[in-house]
């Protein structure tokens, strides 16, 4: 038996799906993005969506939509995937990191007032708050505190799509509905709930932003006839920035479109997994994250053990091949100027003892089993 963590499904209708773009006039550029970031947006319940080709870009462009300047700072977690990070780079800014909370495993709200505490105006641009695992971030907190400090929040739901928080007047905050968020960003990686290949999507309900995003998505190019500064005909389009190509294919449009009409279906399957693996593990010397006020996405099903190397090698011999999410980010060398060891103690305990489960919607109830009786073999 091989069991990986985490695993897409591929339907006959996703076969089909593409098949159809395949045989139609656009591989690209056509009307299967616009379909799927209509649907996409409803989804999550944000006025705007843009897809583009991978979480990534979806981070790079957003951090440059919201206006992040050279030498700005941008406050995010160390307990991510470098992305989060790489993006602030990207654009000329510098990562702040503040430590994650013990009990969610996310961004310390309190670990951020204290970076934003002796700031001077304009130090700090933006904070990226990461819903890790699928736990959804409490964005209604952040941001009062970004508010005192003039700063944008752009959320990384790339772990949350379907994720969702109650906020203090009982309304239910989804991941990505933009309600205290300027921008939130999604991946379609293949281990993610909507497996496109490659891909991404950034919700606003900024009609601001997603001009900016649309325009830097394909070369900083426009064609619109309101903003262009002369007009010589059809053919004409003037590049008003300098954007990226980080445009997203019909056909992975497609597929991610096709695969979003099963993802609430999923995330069921994905919640009763969890609770499985939470009763299994009750009494057992395991560590694991808070329970969410609202709905926890679970991409991944994160344990705490006390000899995570030993479990994880016991795991794979027996042909089960659990992960590790997240060497801290400071711990890589290129953002080692970032943080020193030892200075993010929540973060550094966490990375020392964590370890992800199988967690995918197609894992069966005999291979969670044999999941469960291998973790316990070893625990107990
Ligand atoms: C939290 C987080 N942010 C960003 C990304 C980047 O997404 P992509 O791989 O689509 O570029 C990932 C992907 O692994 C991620 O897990």
């Keep these: 038996m091989q069991i990986p963590y985490g695993k897409q499904e591929i339907t006959e209708a996703d076969i089909q799906a593409v098949e159809k773009v395949l045989r139609s006039d656009f591989l690209t550029q056509g009307p299967a993005i ?5 649907a996409f947006s409803e989804y999550v319940g944000a006025k705007y969506a843009v897809a583009v080709s991978n979480g990534t870009a979806a981070l790079h462009l957003s951090v440059l939509a919201l206006g992040l300047q050279p030498g700005q700072k941008v406050i995010t977690t160390p307990i991510t995937f470098v992305a989060s990070a790489n993006c602030v780079c990207y654009a000329g800014g510098e990562i702040e990191l503040a430590d994650i909370d013990p009990e969610t495993y996310c961004i310390d709200l309190e670990a951020v007032r204290e970076k934003l505490q002796n700031a001077s105006p304009g130090e700090y641009a933006g904070i990226i708050p990461v819903d890790f695992s699928g736990y959804p ?22 772990h949350a799509p379907g994720g969702n928080f109650m906020d203090s007047k009982e309304n239910t905050i989804r991941c990505g509905d933009g309600t205290y968020v300027d921008a939130t960003v ?18 606003t309900n900024s009609e601001e932003i997603y001009q900016k995003l649309v325009q830097l998505r394909t070369h900083g190019i426009t064609k619109d006839a309101n903003i262009l500064q002369e007009n010589h005909g059809g053919w004409y389009y003037e590049m008003h920035d300098l954007g990226y190509n980080y445009r997203l294919t019909d056909l992975q449009a497609a597929l991610a479109n096709s695969q979003l009409t099963l993802t609430n279906e999923r995330l069921e399957k994905r919640l009763a997994i ?3 693996y939470d009763e299994a593990f009750e009494h057992l010397e395991i560590r694991k994250q808070k329970t969410p006020e609202g709905k926890h996405a679970f991409h991944l ?9 030993a479990l994880y090698n016991y795991l794979r011999e027996n042909g089960i091949y659990a992960q590790v999410h997240y060497i801290p980010v400071h711990y890589m060398p290129y953002h080692a100027v970032v943080a020193q060891k030892g200075t993010l103690p929540n973060a550094e305990r966490y990375y020392e003892h964590c370890l992800s489960l199988p967690m995918y919607p197609t894992l069966t109830t005999e291979e969670q089993a044999y999941v469960i009786q291998k973790v316990t073999d070893f625990i107990g």
Excluded at 141 to 157: G, S, T, V, Y
Excluded at 301 to 309: G, Q, S, T
């Design 186 to 203: 999604f991946s379609f990686h293949p281990v993610k709930h909507i497996a496109a290949g490659e891909g991404g999507m950034i919700t």
């Design 34 to 38: 616009a379909a799927f970031e209509k």
């Design 301 to 309: 099903y994160v344990v705490e053990v006390e000899d995570r190397k």
């Design 274 to 276: 969890a609770q499985r």
């Design 137 to 158: 971030v409490n964005t209604e907190a952040l941001r009062q505190l970004a508010d005192e400090h003039n700063l944008w929040i752009l959320e990384d739901a790339c």
